[in-house]
């Protein structure tokens, strides 16, 4: 199976750029979506579609929905659709901008750019806040069970749907807290990872342990941190066959289960929050078929 856009599976980049356009109001997006399909690889560049693009269209894919901005434990997310995000990843931030530049430029016909959000690998992959990320991301065949759709509609077969949320971290905060206290709200040690026995419910890895719900909630996580003057965070990045394990952990970490807070909202809050489905490849570019193009 190598349909599926390769960046997805590949281990997170040294730099990258976020790229979040809204469609412009009565123009005809195909030719763009066209020009776009010919610039992006799904490796260097991972391409989403949104439910806005999706209504321009007239398309529909199953599946693919408006970010809830709510899951009845009274803690309001933001949803903030976007009708294409662009994920550029690379080792040099000069050859993102320019291959930013050029993926505006062969959208902008039919989209307005929204949103520049530039990340970065820190300390090995670790999180601003010195925790590893990404702990337990599924490995191997098990990455590309949790992360592609299996389907045997053309055009739908390698795809895959991605959560997409920027959560801005309050430093001070963060600081403030002890180091046992920093420990127990992600539970696990920040010197070695390792897991804490003794965390307390509220603890994150407790709250989305993924083998912990019924049925298993695996998705494949490619965060990565993002800086912006003095203010930084995570882009937190979650690629799932379906939004079912996304959301089922998200519903656990808002307390809707239990009424337990995760404890990272104790210093970071998400300030946006979207969905795409991402197409698969045909021949070296985007497959584009169940939008008829």
Same mark, same amino acid.
């Given at each position: 199976?190598?349909?599926?856009? /390769?960046?997805? $599976?590949?281990? +997170?980049? &040294?730099?990258? =750029? %976020?790229?979040?356009?809204s469609?412009k109001? #009565?123009? !005809?997006?195909?030719?763009a979506l066209?020009?776009?399909?010919?610039?992006?690889?799904?490796?260097?560049v991972?391409?989403?579609?949104?439910?806005?693009?999706?209504v321009?269209?007239?398309?529909?894919?199953?599946?693919?929905?408006?970010?809830?901005?709510?899951?009845?434990?009274?803690?309001?997310?933001?949803?903030?659709?976007?009708?294409?995000?662009?994920?550029?990843?690379?080792?040099?931030?000069?050859?993102?901008?320019?291959?930013?530049?050029?993926?505006?430029?062969?959208?902008?016909? /039919?989209?307005d $750019?929204?949103? +520049?959000v &530039?990340g970065? =690998? %820190?300390?090995?992959?670790?999180?601003?806040? #010195?925790? !590893?990320?990404?702990?337990?991301?599924?490995?191997?065949?098990?990455?590309?069970?949790?992360?592609?759709?299996?389907?045997?509609?053309?055009?739908?077969?390698?795809?895959?749907?991605v959560?997409?949320?920027?959560?801005?971290?309050?430093?001070?905060?963060?600081?403030?807290?002890?180091?046992?206290?920093?420990?127990?709200?992600?539970?696990?040690?920040?010197?070695?990872?390792?897991?804490?026995?003794?965390?307390?419910?509220?603890?994150?890895?407790?709250?989305?342990?993924?083998?912990?719900?019924?049925?298993?909630?695996?998705?494949?996580?490619r965060?990565?941190?993002?800086t912006?003057?003095?203010?930084?965070?995570?882009?937190?990045?979650?690629?799932?066959?379906?939004?079912?394990?996304?959301?089922?952990?998200?519903?656990?970490?808002?307390?809707?289960?239990?009424?337990?807070?995760?404890?990272?909202?104790?210093?970071?809050?998400?300030?946006?929050?979207?969905?795409?489905?991402?197409?698969?490849?045909?021949?070296?570019?985007?497959?584009?078929?169940?939008?008829?193009?």
């Open positions: 199976m190598d349909n599926f856009q /390769a960046g997805i $599976l590949a281990p +997170v980049p &040294e730099f990258a =750029r %976020y790229l979040n356009f469609v109001p #009565g123009t !005809e997006a195909k030719q066209r020009s776009l399909a010919d610039l992006a690889d799904g490796k260097e991972v391409v989403g579609f949104g439910r806005p693009l999706l321009a269209l007239q398309r529909d894919i199953q599946g693919l929905w408006t970010f809830p901005s709510s899951f009845g434990s009274g803690l309001a997310l933001p949803s903030t659709p976007s009708a294409l995000w662009c994920w550029l990843r690379g080792n040099d931030r000069g050859e993102l901008f320019h291959r930013s530049r050029k993926i505006i430029h062969a959208a902008s016909s /039919a989209f $750019l929204d949103a +520049v &530039e970065f =690998r %820190y300390d090995g992959g670790r999180d601003l806040t #010195g925790y !590893e990320d990404g702990t337990e991301n599924p490995k191997g065949e098990k990455a590309l069970e949790a992360a592609i759709v299996k389907s045997e509609e053309d055009g739908l077969d390698g795809s895959s749907f959560a997409v949320q920027q959560w801005l971290h309050d430093f001070a905060r963060f600081d403030w807290l002890s180091p046992q206290e920093q420990d127990n709200s992600i539970g696990r040690r920040k010197t070695d990872n390792e897991e804490l026995n003794d965390a307390p419910p509220s603890a994150h890895v407790k709250r989305t342990a993924q083998e912990s719900f019924d049925p298993p909630a695996f998705v494949l996580r965060s990565m941190p993002w912006d003057g003095i203010r930084g965070g995570l882009v937190f990045v979650a690629f799932g066959k379906s939004f079912d394990a996304f959301e089922a952990q998200l519903k656990r970490m808002v307390g809707a289960e239990d009424g337990v807070l995760d404890a990272l909202f104790k210093y970071t809050r998400p300030i946006n929050g979207s969905y795409f489905w991402c197409p698969p490849v045909r021949e070296g570019r985007l497959d584009l078929r169940v939008l008829k193009l």
